[in-house]
T-cell receptor
């Protein structure tokens, strides 16, 4: 089944404790992206990647890191999480940039205390 | 810079009535436009997208949208809504970056 998977689905952590949210897709997509969703703000793009070893900042990259060492994986790293990073996070992938349909993962709900 | 505005944060509508969800965008370059739907506690699903050509775009579940370049709008319409259309709807633009609007919560009243 074609899908985007994220782990964990739920995470509660404390300020400053490094964490990684994994994202994997099995559709051989080139474009992958991370978003955060907050009430009243919609989804905001954190980082995107147009191919292996090619990543770029979205609208809200501060406090986040990403890497794209393999085509299928695009982990999101929070080196020192803070309470303002409490949010619902979505990973997505598509064949390419621009008008291609994005396929979204199920989401990761992160709470930083 | 790109931006997307969805003026209506909440839209209540009675079942079988028509609905229009408004979306306006601004961009200094040509972009692609889209609408996604998010059902409660789920991820996002593409409703429709505009790349070029005909300005009237038909999507899934009976939705359609019209691209209006002069008004920089891409409003979403459905002639008769069902209870199952209750969801959050997001308009957006994409090129390299993807920009979503803040969303419109559609509530269909029985």
């Amino acid at each position: 089944e074609a899908q985007v998977t994220q782990n964990p689905r739920y995470l509660i952590t404390v300020t400053g404790k490094k964490l990684t949210v994994t994202c994997s897709q099995n559709m051989n997509h080139e474009y992958m992206s991370w978003y955060r969703q907050d009430p009243g703000l919609g989804l905001r793009q954190i980082y995107y990647s147009m191919n292996v070893e090619v990543t770029d900042k979205g609208d809200v990259p501060e406090g986040y890191k990403v890497s794209r060492k393999e085509k299928r994986n695009f982990p999101l790293i929070l080196e020192s999480p803070s309470p303002n990073q409490t949010s619902l996070y979505f990973c997505a992938s598509s064949l390419g940039r621009g008008g291609q349909e994005q396929f979204f993962g199920p989401g990761t709900r992160l709470t930083v205390l | 810079a790109q931006s997307v505005t969805q003026l209506d944060s909440q839209v209540p509508v009675f079942e079988e009535a028509p609905v229009e969800l408004r979306c306006n965008y601004s961009s200094s370059v040509s972009v692609y436009l889209f609408w996604y739907v998010q059902y409660p506690n789920q991820g996002l699903q593409l409703l429709l997208k505009y790349l070029s050509g005909s300005t009237l775009v038909k999507g899934i579940n009976g939705f359609e949208a019209e691209f209006n370049k002069s008004q920089t709008s891409f409003h979403l319409r459905k002639p008769s809504v069902h209870i199952s259309d209750t969801a959050e709807y997001f308009c957006g633009t994409s090129y390299d970056k993807v920009i979503f609007g803040p969303g419109t919560s559609l509530s269909v009243i029985p």
